[in-house]
């Protein structure tokens, strides 16, 4: 692969171009397994950013791809319906909590959040409110589009580079208790604090159920989702659920807000719709939502995406709702869960570490010091893993299919790391 080029005119995430990290050429992908150009297979901990949740090259997805492209690939969603979007809108209301009645299907997670916020947006300037404002919890992620980034921890998502242009909304403290520990109720006090004062301007919460993913990979009590839905009805404010990361079984529930037995008003998922294989992603809505905003002065919901409802994308997803309709995520993510409940704690003994959490198939060692990326990024290939960390967190979101003996090797990778302190900064 011609690496050089690369180097010097591809742009990869958060990386730069005056001094650009080593990228790893990977020329196939099978299971769990990512093949590298030079032969290695390296055990996938990262499912490609949480979507590829049934493994790579799976047969019944690749199945779903084939027949679609020989019908048609794309056709535009003005005026215009198909089966696959039938098809897994059907299967994506079967599958989301009971209230939730309209889909929107839209490009990517960010762009499900711009759509979700619109939709709270219109639904008050229908309703002859204006309420302009969104409160939020810091160390929260929502994508890098302007209006998704503006409901983004503020430090993490360099709201200071953006001063001026971005929107500036509310943060409440990020939930502290963790999802295993007693439940305390001073956990909801600023969240309650900044609902009281400020409802009136309030459109909607919006907040990632029971994870905040990319923003710190915290894992926190469902008892917090619990009174933020009692304290959103009490203040007529709207509920946004962000299950872009944790939805389609990733927290050992099929959505994360299960753990709460809670509803939205308005959902946003994405990543493994499709089981990793194209971005496509839905915002999904109630009927009060919906009818609100399509009753008011613009008569419709004002979005439509060229791409929007992609028959591709949509028969991949709903091929992957097959998968999951199986019912053997339940089995593999618990698998998973115990083997991190087993394999993590001990890690704790060792000087680097901070804290350690899991949940369903998701495992985090926090460190105390921040990872140096390009030595612990070649340390991981060495030892046969994909583990890609950010900051002071090496995390594990592994495909469901992954066996013991791979979450074994991704834990025994992470532990090697943590004995070897030049891989930190
Ligand atoms: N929301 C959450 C919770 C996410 O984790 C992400 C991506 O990591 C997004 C939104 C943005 O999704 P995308 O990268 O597909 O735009």
Same mark, same amino acid.
């Given at each position: 692969?011609?690496?050089?080029?690369?180097?010097?005119?591809?742009?990869?995430?958060?990386?730069?171009?005056?001094?650009?990290?080593?990228?790893?050429?990977?020329?196939?992908?099978?299971?769990?397994?990512?093949?590298?150009?030079?032969?290695?297979?390296?055990?996938?901990?990262?499912?490609?950013?949480?979507?590829?949740?049934?493994?790579?090259?799976?047969?019944?997805? *690749?199945?779903?791809?084939?027949?679609?492209?020989?019908?048609?690939?794309? #056709?535009? @969603?003005?005026?215009?319906?198909?089966?696959?979007?039938?098809?897994?809108?059907?299967?994506?209301?079967?599958?989301?909590?009971?209230?939730?009645?309209?889909? @929107?299907?839209?490009?990517?997670?960010? #762009?499900?959040?711009?759509?979700?916020?619109?939709?709270?947006?219109?639904?008050?300037?229908?309703?002859?409110?204006?309420?302009?404002? @969104?409160?939020?919890?810091?160390?929260?992620?929502?994508?890098?589009?302007?209006?998704?980034?503006?409901?983004?921890?503020?430090?993490?998502?360099?709201?200071?580079?953006?001063?001026?242009?971005?929107?500036?909304? /509310?943060?409440?403290?990020?939930?502290?208790?963790?999802?295993?520990?007693?439940?305390?109720?001073?956990?909801?006090?600023?969240?309650?604090?900044?609902?009281?004062?400020?409802?009136?301007?309030?459109?909607?919460?919006?907040?990632?159920?029971?994870?905040?993913?990319?923003?710190?990979?915290?894992?926190?009590?469902?008892?917090?989702?619990?009174?933020?839905?009692?304290?959103?009805?009490?203040?007529?404010?709207?509920?946004?659920?962000?299950?872009?990361?944790?939805?389609?079984?990733?927290?050992?529930?099929?959505?994360?807000?299960?753990?709460?037995?809670?509803?939205?008003?308005?959902?946003? #998922?994405?990543?493994?719709?499709?089981?990793?294989?194209?971005?496509?992603?839905?915002?999904?809505?109630?009927?009060?939502?919906? *009818?609100?905003?399509?009753?008011?002065?613009?008569?419709?919901?004002?979005?439509?995406?060229?791409?929007?409802? *992609?028959?591709?994308?949509?028969?991949?997803?709903?091929?992957?709702?097959?998968?999951?309709?199986? *019912?053997?995520? +339940?089995?593999?993510?618990?698998?998973?869960?115990?083997?991190?409940?087993?394999?993590?704690?001990?890690?704790?003994?060792?000087?680097?570490?901070?804290?350690?959490?899991?949940?369903?198939?998701?495992?985090?060692?926090?460190?105390?010091?921040?990872?140096?990326?390009?030595? /612990?990024?070649?340390?991981?290939?060495? +030892?046969?893993?994909?583990?890609?960390?950010?900051?002071?967190?090496?995390?594990?979101?592994?495909?469901?299919?992954?066996?013991?003996?791979?979450?074994?090797?991704?834990?025994?990778? #992470?532990?090697?790391?943590?004995?070897?302190?030049?891989? @930190?900064?």
């Amino acid at each position: 692969m011609d690496l050089d080029f690369d180097r010097r005119h591809i742009w990869h995430p958060y990386t730069s171009t005056l001094t650009p990290l080593t990228c790893y050429p990977v020329t196939s992908a099978q299971g769990v397994f990512l093949k590298l150009e030079d032969g290695r297979e390296l055990i996938d901990g990262m499912s490609s950013w949480w979507s590829a949740i049934h493994g790579y090259n799976h047969p019944h997805l *690749n199945q779903a791809a084939h027949q679609q492209i020989d019908a048609m690939s794309h #056709v535009m @969603f003005g005026g215009m319906t198909h089966q696959p979007a039938i098809d897994l809108c059907k299967k994506l209301l079967a599958l989301a909590p009971d209230n939730l009645q309209h889909v @929107f299907l839209a490009d990517s997670g960010s #762009v499900a959040v711009e759509v979700s916020l619109k939709m709270a947006l219109q639904y008050w300037h229908a309703k002859g409110e204006s309420r302009s404002k @969104f409160l939020t919890l810091r160390d929260g992620y929502h994508g890098d589009t302007f209006a998704a980034m503006s409901v983004t921890d503020p430090d993490n998502s360099m709201h200071s580079l953006y001063k001026g242009f971005l929107p500036e909304h /509310i943060f409440a403290r990020s939930p502290q208790t963790g999802f295993w520990q007693e439940w305390n109720e001073r956990d909801i006090e600023d969240f309650k604090h900044k609902i009281t004062e400020h409802h009136r301007d309030i459109a909607a919460v919006i907040l990632e159920p029971i994870v905040q993913g990319a923003g710190g990979m915290r894992i926190y009590h469902p008892q917090f989702l619990q009174r933020v839905r009692q304290l959103c009805d009490e203040f007529n404010v709207l509920l946004i659920l962000d299950e872009i990361a944790t939805g389609f079984g990733r927290t050992g529930k099929m959505f994360a807000c299960e753990h709460a037995a809670i509803e939205p008003d308005i959902l946003c #998922v994405g990543k493994a719709l499709t089981g990793g294989y194209m971005t496509l992603s839905a915002t999904l809505t109630s009927s009060n939502v919906a *009818n609100t905003v399509c009753g008011g002065e613009a008569g419709c919901f004002m979005h439509g995406p060229t791409f929007m409802g *992609n028959p591709l994308a949509c028969a991949v997803a709903t091929a992957s709702m097959e998968l999951l309709e199986r *019912n053997e995520w +339940q089995q593999q993510t618990k698998q998973i869960e115990r083997l991190f409940s087993d394999l993590l704690p001990k890690l704790k003994q060792h000087d680097l570490v901070a804290d350690v959490r899991w949940l369903g198939a998701i495992g985090v060692i926090e460190t105390k010091r921040p990872v140096n990326m390009e030595a /612990i990024q070649a340390h991981f290939v060495d +030892q046969g893993v994909w583990i890609r960390p950010f900051a002071k967190l090496i995390y594990m979101m592994p495909p469901y299919i992954s066996e013991p003996e791979h979450i074994e090797k991704l834990v025994d990778a #992470v532990e090697l790391a943590l004995k070897n302190p030049h891989l @930190f900064q």
